[in-house]
């Protein structure tokens, strides 16, 4: 009798903890105003507690839930021990995420280096902060100290739902942009610990709706949005019917082409958002004229990979193997990716160690390629006819954005990644100015929506975040005139469109590179290559 | 009265080589452990370098270089933290080397030519740690994130460093050679059965020296289990360590090996 007491009212225990926990994480509509642009980007004062409420709506979907191998029904009962076992394993599995959380200095080189601290003065966004959510628990539970004399001792906290509440709050305010990092002395990463903090809280149970649910269906359906493969095929049709039309000319955006020469990979944003569709447009043009075979194909309709943004290899392998297939089954020589930030470092940086070696392809080119570095090599070979002044009316910036930009390097120089699309959009454009030195390169502001953070639900920590970026492109605007910033992210490209109207300038003014390359692009006869 | 005088000499005696012997055995043994198992035998899954981070194996060593030496990734956001950072661990260390020549015998000619300016030295040292102390303590952005253990190791080697500075003058000066030679059996492991028998040579019994070796010792405990593993935690550090070629060569997972 007594047994079954217990148990019962360990069950209410547990189920009134998940309802508190539900009520807390709420998600709650909040409207936030984007300050006036001034062209500077000042330091704030320290705000406590200011974006506390704002919080991302919670996954509830059972299917999606179980699908994904995480807890289906709210906040599981053991939720301490589970927590504590999956960040054990996280510390074991991941040499950056046991380093970086020993060895911060809390120097203080990072503080004001964060988007979303700019934006919001929050002191919990501040990198080193955010970091030092999971630094107390680690010191608490896992340093011989902590477990000696406990959290007072090492300045550590306990697990308890208030701290819940504020790992999944402040662990969905980093976009994982890496920009602390550049600054840290010991180049400490606060987005693997982000990482880590998110796949911890997705197995207690608490997991984001915008990013899971886009990762379940980059693996069971294939693509981001959720497009059957008739869809894709439909959508692509149009796309190819619109070049048809506005060129005259037998333009191809080929599909499941078997003996292609290039698979190409591209965020499925491209197929028909806007402006994501005109970089389409850049792409078919580069191909058709410089006379290469290529083709997209349905079963990897996505380049973008979700899996990056939480520590679960499983997740992100699985959506990354859909690429290595097609390009088995469609028999294709080289795999190039389109513009997108952190699908291009997932398929750079990490095809290789997860699905390589990529014996069966090219060896005469990267494996994968990029589209700017097979852009810019045409156009150095003289093999794309260009008139820079369909172009004539922009006064064009590079926003480069934070994966590529901290990522990987392209065409085999460390900092080709800032100098090949800048190279590119100078062979297509009569004007290029840059934003002031501290927004660009390596030290590049996020969008303000990566790694998860794009859903609507999320506008609170779009705004702000997108601050930055914006008084950069504000002062270039007042300073040269300039009128249309270029990208190779698929993100960036959703967010900035967006923020542009929300801080009074126009969204025409964003979009890719190749949308530039479309329309400089001399199309017909080649006369020579 | 003699016999009194001996029982305090022996007692120093064994405070001190108890000390420096038990201080050297945690800092070593938790140091390498840390760096064994606690970074080297972690496995990293991916490559995450960072820009700028070079194609080849010579350009990561450079770039590391940088970083150890001149603090090129610090150098990038704060001048102020940059300059009394570097200050501080350049001093630091010239002040550990100049403190070889109680170890080494003999004295290598620029460890020798170095206490010149050793003064000079352990009072930029002094600044530097003030103006790291003031910054933490004033900057709201820095105060916010700093804890008690932030505070804890600038006092700490504060106090060494001034009780260093105070031993460099006559009044406090212990009897160096006596010292050296006490410290040279400690090295070679004899002390403890050479102060059962009342060997000649003695620790200085000079409390400000004690104190000081005491703060030291006190460093070198508390090295290991805490921020200061820094120093030897960087060179594994993913973002900095690895090189940018992952498209080159193939980095293979250790999870999936074996």
Redesign the interface.
Known sequence: MTKEKTAEEQCNEACEANERIQEQLKFSKIKVKAVKLTGEINIPELNPKSMLSVKPQLLTAKEMLEHLGYPAGGLVPNWKEVFLRKMDEMLKKYRSVKLYMDICVKCGACVDKCHYYLGTGDPLNMPVARQELMRKVYRRYFTLPGKLFGSRFVNGSDLSEELLVMWYTYFYQCSECRRCSVFCPYGIDTAEITMAAREILNSVGIVQKYLHEIIFKAQVIGNNLGMQQNAIVNALEFVQDELQEETGLDIKVPIDVEGAEVLFVTPSADFFASPHIESLYGYAKVFHQAGISWTMSTHASEGGNFGLFIHNYEHMKKINKRIWEAARALKVKRVVGGECGHMWRVLSSYSNTMWGPFDYLDQKYKRPQHICELTNDLLNRGALKIDKSANEEFIVTMHDSCQVARGMELGGMPNGQFEIPRAVIRGVCEKFVEMPADTIKERTFCCGAGQGLLGDDMMATRVKGAMPRMQAYHYAKRESGVNFVALICAICKAQLSKMFPEYGVAMEEVGGIHQLVGRAIVLGAKESV | MNGMMNGIKFMIDMYVSGIVYAACLVFVAGFLC?IYY??YK??????????????TLS?VIMRMAG?VFF?R??A???TL?FIA?WVFHFTFFLMIIRHLRYFVNPVPGFIIALGNGALAIASLLMVALVVLFL??FI????N???????YFVLLLIMGIVQSGIMLHYERFRPNIIEGKAFMLELLELKTPFLVMIMHPHHAPGNSLFITHLSLVALLLIYFP?S????AG??F?????NMI?????V????P?DKG
């Open positions: 840390k606690g970074y972690t496995p990293q899954p991916l490559k995450i370098p960072q820009t700028p981070q070079p194609t350009g970083d603090f990734s610090l990038k956001g704060t933290l950072g910054r933490r900057n709201k952005k820095v916010y994130v700093s804890s008690f253990a932030d289990f921020k200061l593993m820094h935690g960087y594994f550090s993913p973002t900095r940018n070629n992952a498209r080159e193939r980095y293979i997972n999870w």
